[in-house]
């Protein structure tokens, strides 16, 4: 295990890849520059210019490139600079990358990866700031990933570059500095595996990317024995480790950043609810983002942003 | 074979091949207005010339993306008409299984990377595919066809640019049947056209009488050679009418039938049918003809997809149930 940053893990995970397989490479804007995150740094002195591509800003082709350039039999990485972006880009994605296997009967594959850092950071307002993947995971074609850890960030890379499925990768930008361990060797993390980061009988806590560390601590700090489960996979994820502690637990807390209105929040309340009937909890709640832009000022963004006092408070009200 | 025997056989080839465009639109038409074929058509009748020119001058490791009337491409492009016809009316063995219909046909092993359900999505895959192409060093280049209402949509913008800047080897053709739909193109385009906007962007660009298809063949020679040479993503715009409406069923009230009548006076099958032994022509057309409709009564004949094969080549991870 080494310590490292987000990006770092990242960095090394999108290396390593682009070492083992030639057909690997990545087109974005500023890739060349290291990427705005610096979690390209360094690789198009390693790999040169031809596999790490700084592109125009032309989101649809940048996009579109990707899958022209993934039905030509090459991995490319579609780096989206925030998802924000990715609106510009939205026909590519889902009407085009997300349907061509299908449409085509299987004829061609758009194995790629679409990374799009997302959330809050940095005052960066309502057009710099969006979760949208609630909107991602309603689309059939798409894998989507959100990883909230280092060692997460650089697995579920791996996992995308191999995947022979469209795989959206959502990172969370505030987090690209965040530190952990990573193992020496970096594996692969299949999707649709959580990550339980605790464990306990009074409730069964779900969250994903940006709200990982929150959630970690406010469990520690609220004093409640929880289950916390760590999605990191979005479509699909883990169903059953989470149907089966909520069945323990009778108590399920789900926590992310995005608008709480038609959030992957509620997927995940309505699949449990399905699979133990409507009176297999006691008490279930989400906690996301009030259903409103993200706005500038500081104190304004922090009236938006789940601190841990308030996802422990939404524990201690779950628990009972 | 002396030079004028193998211009007489390019000849030949690229009548049968616009013939059998035809005949292949002119059964579709019929089987969508019969209600045979599900859903909607977009015959390109009148507009074979383009297809075929540029066509006869791509090998079968040349790829293509076409539109949502792109019938024309794929069976210039050596596609399966059979698989083609079955498609359309949704079938098993249909080119996608059924799955797609005509406006997603593709036929990937001999390069037709796909029609496309949205004006101007072809544009930005063609730029990728040579991308592709040049970082594995395939000897290979990428047509790409789009409608003159294309060049209104954001992608097109991105794409020129984006072509010359890399110097992909692209051919872009841009099928100017003066149509948008119902509406007429350069009534809502402003500016020099399509050509002069390419240009703008660093693609060379040429304009060709698109229903003179030995001139198609002679200037897409001429732009193929340059791109195989590395020079670069070229341009051409084609000119020509859609006699036909928009789909199948479109009677294209919009416009005075004598526009589409002279555009019928100036077919480019006929055109070429001329410098041509009457013979051989009617002997092709009549082959043309009659291999489309059997491709038809082969298609009314083929069994529906197995219902379970709405739910495959979704996805690996997170399959449908
Ligand atoms: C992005 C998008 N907008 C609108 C449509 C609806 N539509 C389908 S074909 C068409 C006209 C396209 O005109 P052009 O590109 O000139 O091609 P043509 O139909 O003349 O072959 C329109 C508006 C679409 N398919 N995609």
Redesign the pocket.
Known sequence: MTRMTFAEAARRALAEEMRRDPLVWALGEDLVQGGIFGQYKGLSEEFGTDRIVSTPISESTIMGAGLGAALCGTRPVVEMRIADFTLCAM?ELVSQIAKVRYMFGGQGRAALVVRMPQGMWRNSAAQHSQCLEAWLTHIPGLVVAAPGTPADAAGLLKAAVRSDDPVVLMEPKNLWTAEGEVPAEIAPIPFGVARQAAQGDALTVVTWSAMVPVVEQAARESGVACDVFDLRSLWPWDEAAVIASAQRTARLLVVHEAVTVSGFGAEVVARVVEALGPGGLKAVERLGAPRAPIPFSPPLEDSIRLSPTRVAAAIRRVAG | MSSASNETARRVAMLRDMARIRAFEREAVAAMRSGEAPGVV?P?IG?EGVAVGVCANLRRADRITS???GHGHAIAKGADARAMMLELHGRAGGSCGGKGGSMHIADFAVGMLGA??????GIPIACGAAQAIRLTKEDAIVACF??????N?GPFLEGMNWAALYRLPVLFVC???????F?R?SAVTAGGGPAVRAEACGVPAAAVDGEDVLAVDAVAAELVARIRGGGGPQFLHAKCY?WEG?TGTDAAAYRPAEEAAAARDRDCIRRLAALLDPDEVAAIEAEAAAEMAGHRAAAMAAPWPDAGAAFTDVQDAGAPA
């Open positions: 026909d | 977009h390109s507009q539109t949502h009337r496309n359900g949205v004006v101007g999505a789009f409608g003159d209402g294309a060049v949509r099928e100017d049947n003066g149509f948008a739909a509406t193109n859609r928009h």
